[in-house]
């Protein structure tokens, strides 16, 4: 009697010790999945983010009709889209993040898909670029300059709140 008592007890402690290992193993998963989450979307408001700057140099420098400096930046906004897109995939996947925060790097994803068309058509364009299309160039860099990147690439919590203010200024920008 006394062994099956001890033998229940074992069952019991492996059986709480099962679950305690297993609740660890989750929690770190989700913490690694958050963390591949926010790197991929640093990834992606970085390139934005220089892609902005860019534009702003080249605007600063009047750049505009060197062949060379537009071949780079379509292939920057390549990246840049490619990178967009691969963080709003990841975004949409996981059931941790929230919503709204979902939404926000969509409504940038698919506000960048807009521009980076139009933007892609303007610079494969031989000859001077117009005002207008300068101007319209330069509204990514208008759009990027209100934002600023968390200090950790691992931040999730961060790169939300950086989606969520991008998406306000985009939609301020459509607005107008």
Do not use: C
């Not at 008592?5 to 099962?18: K, S």
């Not at 390139?47 to 071949?71: A, C, P």
């Not at 521009?115 to 303007?122: F, N, S, T």
């Amino acid at each position: 009697m006394l062994v099956k008592r001890y033998v229940t007890i074992i069952l019991f402690l492996t059986l709480i010790g099962l679950v305690v290992w297993q609740n660890h193993q989750l929690r770190s998963e989700k913490k690694s999945a958050k963390e591949y989450v926010a790197n991929g979307a640093h990834m992606a408001s970085k390139y934005l983010l220089s892609v902005g700057t860019t534009f702003e140099s080249i605007n600063k420098e009047n750049q505009w009709d060197d062949l060379r400096m537009r071949s780079s930046q379509r292939m920057w906004l390549a990246y840049t889209y490619q990178s967009l897109i691969d963080a709003n995939k990841a975004w949409q996947f996981y059931e941790f993040v929230p919503g709204s925060s979902k939404q926000n790097i969509n409504d940038v994803f698919f506000s960048f898909l807009d521009w980076y068309g139009e933007a892609m058509d303007i610079l494969e364009k031989e000859g001077a670029i117009s005002k207008e299309n300068k101007g319209f160039l330069l509204e990514l860099s208008h759009i990027t300059s209100k934002v600023d990147l968390p200090e950790k690439s691992n931040d999730f919590n961060g790169m939300s709140d950086l989606f969520e203010h991008l998406s306000m200024e985009w939609k301020s920008i459509d607005n107008d």
